[in-house]
Every structure is written in C-alpha cells, then in structure tokens.
C-alpha cells in the first residue's frame, strides 16, 4: 500500500490532469476532492493492490474482495472525481503491486 500511494501521489505531480468535476461544473455530487488532480485514482490503486495481495493469500476471497476493489473504482467515476482512463490505469497499477508484494511475500 504505501508503494501505491507514493506511485499515485508521483503520478497525480507528473500529469496535473484535472479533475472531470473541475471540468464540469454541474456534477451531481457535491464532495470535496481529497486533491486537484485527477491520474491515476488513488483509491483505485489502494483497492487492487489490497484485493490482488490479500487473494493471493486466500483464495476463496478473491471474488469478494475484486467485486470490492471494482465497486471502489466505479463509485470514483460515477462521483465526478475520477475519469475512466483513470480508474483503469489504478486498477492495472494496483493489481501489479499486489501480485508483486503476494510474490516477495511467498
């Protein structure tokens, strides 16, 4: 986890992309960011490299932890907070680390 937080902090420095509800101003939600910038989803990264590392552990909680990990990103786009490309980049991203860490781990 903390890997995936400081990839995402260096992503969200090196690409500055904003935010869609920055960019639209009539999104539904009325949430405050937890920062300006969009690429790549923290929570995203956060959530898969949980779900990956912990099912590689358990097995038989791997459905239930990926539906988590999915409904954490999907809940970020349909929030205004986060971009498709975004949530999908954090997903690649974070179930790499969990895989990584679940290997180092073994």
């Given at each position: 986890?903390?890997?995936?937080?400081?990839?995402?902090?260096?992503?969200?420095?090196?690409?500055?992309?904003?935010?869609?509800c920055?960019?639209?101003?009539?999104?539904w939600a009325?949430?405050?960011?937890?920062?300006?910038?969009?690429?790549?989803?923290?929570?995203t990264?956060?959530?898969?490299?949980?779900a990956?590392?912990?099912?590689?552990?358990?097995?038989?909680m791997l459905?239930?932890?990926?539906?988590?990990?999915?409904?954490?990103a999907a809940?970020?786009?349909?929030?205004g907070?986060?971009?498709l490309?975004?949530?999908?980049?954090?997903?690649?991203?974070?179930a790499?680390?969990?895989?990584?860490?679940t290997a180092?781990?073994s």
């Amino acid at each position: 986890m903390a890997t995936g937080v400081t990839l995402f902090l260096e992503l969200k420095r090196a690409f500055r992309r904003k935010r869609p509800c920055a960019l639209e101003p009539h999104c539904w939600a009325d949430l405050l960011p937890p920062d300006q910038f969009s690429f790549s989803s923290g929570h995203t990264i956060t959530a898969f490299a949980v779900a990956v590392s912990l099912g590689g552990f358990y097995p038989e909680m791997l459905p239930g932890l990926l539906f988590s990990a999915i409904s954490i990103a999907a809940s970020r786009v349909v929030l205004g907070m986060h971009f498709l490309s975004d949530v999908l980049a954090g997903a690649a991203l974070g179930a790499t680390l969990g895989a990584i860490a679940t290997a180092l781990i073994s």
